[in-house]
Protein backbone atom coordinates (compact mmCIF):
# COMPACT_ATOMS: atom_id res chain seq x y z
CA UNK A 1 0.00 0.00 0.00
CA UNK A 2 1.47 2.78 -0.78
CA UNK A 3 1.23 5.99 2.06
CA UNK A 4 1.33 9.50 0.78
CA UNK A 5 2.25 13.01 2.92
CA UNK A 6 2.03 16.37 1.68
CA UNK A 7 3.64 19.19 2.88
CA UNK A 8 4.26 23.08 1.70
CA UNK A 9 0.93 24.40 2.64
CA UNK A 10 0.15 27.79 4.14
CA UNK A 11 -1.33 31.28 4.01
CA UNK A 12 -0.22 33.77 0.96
CA UNK A 13 -1.15 36.90 -0.51
CA UNK A 14 -2.66 36.79 -3.73
CA UNK A 15 0.17 37.12 -6.52
CA UNK A 16 2.60 34.81 -3.60
CA UNK A 17 3.61 31.35 -4.31
CA UNK A 18 4.13 28.39 -2.60
CA UNK A 19 5.42 24.75 -3.12
CA UNK A 20 3.89 21.51 -2.55
CA UNK A 21 5.94 18.84 -1.50
CA UNK A 22 4.00 15.40 -2.02
CA UNK A 23 6.95 12.11 -0.57
CA UNK A 24 5.53 8.61 -1.46
CA UNK A 25 6.40 5.28 0.43
CA UNK A 26 5.35 2.00 0.08
CA UNK A 27 6.55 1.51 -2.78
CA UNK A 28 9.13 1.30 -6.12
CA UNK A 29 8.61 3.97 -8.56
CA UNK A 30 7.14 2.38 -11.66
CA UNK A 31 6.89 3.79 -15.42
CA UNK A 32 2.89 2.77 -14.76
CA UNK A 33 2.33 4.92 -11.65
CA UNK A 34 1.11 8.50 -12.01
CA UNK A 35 0.66 11.44 -9.36
CA UNK A 36 -1.73 13.67 -9.39
CA UNK A 37 -2.92 16.78 -7.32
CA UNK A 38 -6.55 17.17 -6.96
CA UNK A 39 -8.00 19.93 -4.13
CA UNK A 40 -11.32 20.78 -2.33
CA UNK A 41 -12.41 24.22 -1.69
CA UNK A 42 -15.00 25.30 1.00
CA UNK A 43 -18.21 24.18 -0.61
CA UNK A 44 -16.98 22.50 -3.29
CA UNK A 45 -16.45 19.25 -5.06
CA UNK A 46 -13.04 17.82 -5.06
CA UNK A 47 -11.55 19.51 -8.20
CA UNK A 48 -8.53 17.68 -10.29
CA UNK A 49 -5.46 20.38 -10.46
CA UNK A 50 -2.32 18.26 -11.97
CA UNK A 51 -0.80 14.83 -13.00
CA UNK A 52 2.67 13.69 -13.98
CA UNK A 53 3.39 10.02 -15.53
CA UNK A 54 6.25 8.19 -14.27
CA UNK A 55 6.85 6.87 -17.31
CA UNK A 56 7.67 9.96 -19.45
CA UNK A 57 7.58 12.86 -17.04
CA UNK A 58 4.75 14.12 -19.04
CA UNK A 59 2.13 16.50 -17.25
CA UNK A 60 -1.62 17.81 -17.38
CA UNK A 61 -2.74 20.87 -15.75
CA UNK A 62 -6.72 21.78 -15.43
CA UNK A 63 -7.09 25.10 -17.33
CA UNK A 64 -7.75 26.54 -14.03
CA UNK A 65 -4.16 26.50 -12.91
CA UNK A 66 -2.41 26.26 -16.64
CA UNK A 67 0.55 28.81 -16.80
CA UNK A 68 0.81 29.42 -13.06
CA UNK A 69 1.35 25.57 -11.31
CA UNK A 70 4.23 23.30 -12.34
CA UNK A 71 3.93 19.62 -11.56
CA UNK A 72 7.28 18.05 -10.99
CA UNK A 73 8.66 14.88 -9.39
CA UNK A 74 12.23 13.90 -7.96
CA UNK A 75 12.02 10.06 -8.55
CA UNK A 76 15.36 9.76 -6.75
CA UNK A 77 13.09 10.81 -3.56
CA UNK A 78 9.97 9.32 -4.28
CA UNK A 79 8.31 13.04 -4.30
CA UNK A 80 6.38 14.87 -6.39
CA UNK A 81 5.85 18.81 -6.14
CA UNK A 82 3.60 21.66 -7.01
CA UNK A 83 5.10 24.65 -7.12
CA UNK A 84 2.24 26.91 -7.75
CA UNK A 85 2.51 30.57 -8.24
CA UNK A 86 0.69 33.83 -8.98
CA UNK A 87 -1.95 32.52 -6.28
CA UNK A 88 -5.51 33.72 -6.33
CA UNK A 89 -8.23 33.81 -3.71
CA UNK A 90 -10.17 31.15 -5.52
CA UNK A 91 -6.64 29.09 -5.25
CA UNK A 92 -7.93 28.75 -1.79
CA UNK A 93 -8.71 24.72 -0.48
CA UNK A 94 -6.92 21.59 1.04
CA UNK A 95 -4.82 20.34 -1.62
CA UNK A 96 -4.28 16.20 -2.20
CA UNK A 97 -1.55 14.34 -3.18
CA UNK A 98 -2.70 11.25 -4.70
CA UNK A 99 -0.86 7.96 -6.43
CA UNK A 100 -2.37 5.47 -9.41
CA UNK A 101 -1.19 2.74 -11.60
CA UNK A 102 -2.28 2.98 -15.57
CA UNK A 103 -4.22 6.38 -14.85
CA UNK A 104 -6.17 6.68 -17.98
CA UNK A 105 -8.81 9.96 -16.97
CA UNK A 106 -6.48 11.47 -15.25
CA UNK A 107 -8.75 14.33 -13.92
CA UNK A 108 -11.06 11.25 -12.37
CA UNK A 109 -10.40 10.68 -8.57
CA UNK A 110 -11.59 6.59 -9.10
CA UNK A 111 -8.21 6.55 -11.04
CA UNK A 112 -6.25 7.20 -7.84
CA UNK A 113 -5.81 4.26 -5.16
CA UNK A 114 -3.98 6.22 -2.52
CA UNK A 115 -4.50 9.76 -1.12
CA UNK A 116 -2.47 12.02 1.33
CA UNK A 117 -4.09 13.63 3.81
CA UNK A 118 -4.14 16.94 2.44
CA UNK A 119 -2.52 20.25 3.37
CA UNK A 120 -4.57 23.83 3.29
CA UNK A 121 -3.51 26.59 0.87
CA UNK A 122 -5.41 29.82 1.65
CA UNK A 123 -4.77 32.96 -0.47
CA UNK A 124 -6.29 35.86 0.87
CA UNK A 125 -5.29 39.70 1.13
Known amino acids: QVQLMESGGGSVQPGGSLTLSCVAS?????????MGWFRRAPGKEREWVAT????????YYADSVKGRFTISQDTAKNTVFLQMKNLKPEDTAIYYC?????????????????WGQGTQVEVSA
Open 98 to 114: AAGAMVADRAAPTEYNS
Open 26 to 34: GYTYSGTYS
Open 52 to 59: IYHRDSST
